[in-house]
Nanobody, 125 residues
Framework: QVQLVESGGGLVQPGGSLRLSCAASGFSLYYYAVGWFRQAPGKEREGVSCIRSNYNITSYSDSVKGRFTISRDNALNIVYLQMNSVKAGDTAVYYC??????????????????WGQGTSVTVSS
């Protein structure tokens, strides 16, 4: 069964850090671009970070550039999103997805076909 499962969400204080994980089963992430998206209440889904299938080239939206880092562990079949210096505006449900391509400023949902169920991140003091 092809599946993506996110984990690592929770409550974090402003300025703090959190690491999200996206674990794949039933297929290898090695061959796919992997994107992280988020959706805050009442807002549209936003692509925040992406890592390509080869050369590990990464891209980020302007809203997270310099604060978030995406990486992959091919041996474990996991992609991570390290979130540093978080802000209240980072509060959202975060989803990972596997797909075909990354844009230079982050992932576009139309290129991604396999999605996880999401993990909730709340930034609050």
């Amino acid at each position: 069964q092809v599946q993506l499962v996110e984990s690592g969400g929770g409550l974090v204080q402003p300025g703090g850090s959190l690491r999200l994980s996206c674990a794949a089963s039933g297929f290898s992430l090695y061959y796919y671009a992997v994107g992280w998206f988020r959706q805050a209440p009442g807002k549209e889904r936003e692509g925040v970070s992406c890592i390509r299938s080869n050369y590990n080239i990464t891209s980020y939206s302007d809203s997270v550039k310099g604060r978030f880092t995406i990486s992959r562990d091919n041996a474990l079949n996991i992609v991570y999103l390290q979130m540093n210096s978080v802000k209240a505006g980072d509060t959202a449900v975060y989803y990972c997805a596997a797909g075909a391509a990354c844009n230079s400023d982050g992932p576009l949902a139309r290129y991604f076909g396999t999605w996880g169920q999401g993990t909730s991140v709340t930034v609050s003091s």
